[in-house]
């Protein structure tokens, strides 16, 4: 039996997707300027992702698995199976009840 994540839409919402972004911001140390300019996009369109109002399209997306190292699979599904080791022992699992208040 498969253990259903808490959070909303099984980890695929916009605001599931806006808090994963939120988390590798912080691994990387980044201020929203600066991962914006790093993964190519204008810091409005970062603050929407970041919002939950809007979700990176599949470029962006790309544009982030390379640059960061994270897979499209867990930017999209949450999914930290294929994640770099060293970002996987950086990054939260948000999977879990209260993963976000974790530091």
Known sequence: MCKKSPMA?????????ARRL??????LGKKQVEF????GVT???LNN???????????VAISIQTRTGVTLDWIYLGDRSGLPVRLAAE???LSSPGAEKAG
């Open 91 to 93: 990054l939260p699992d």
């Open 22 to 27: 939120s988390a590798l911001m912080a691994a």
């Open 49 to 59: 992702y970041l919002k939950g109002l809007r979700r990176p399209d599949i470029d």
């Open 9 to 17: 839409d099984g980890g695929r919402s916009n605001a599931d997707i």
């Open 36 to 39: 914006a300019s790093l993964i």
């Open 43 to 45: 810091q409005p369109a």
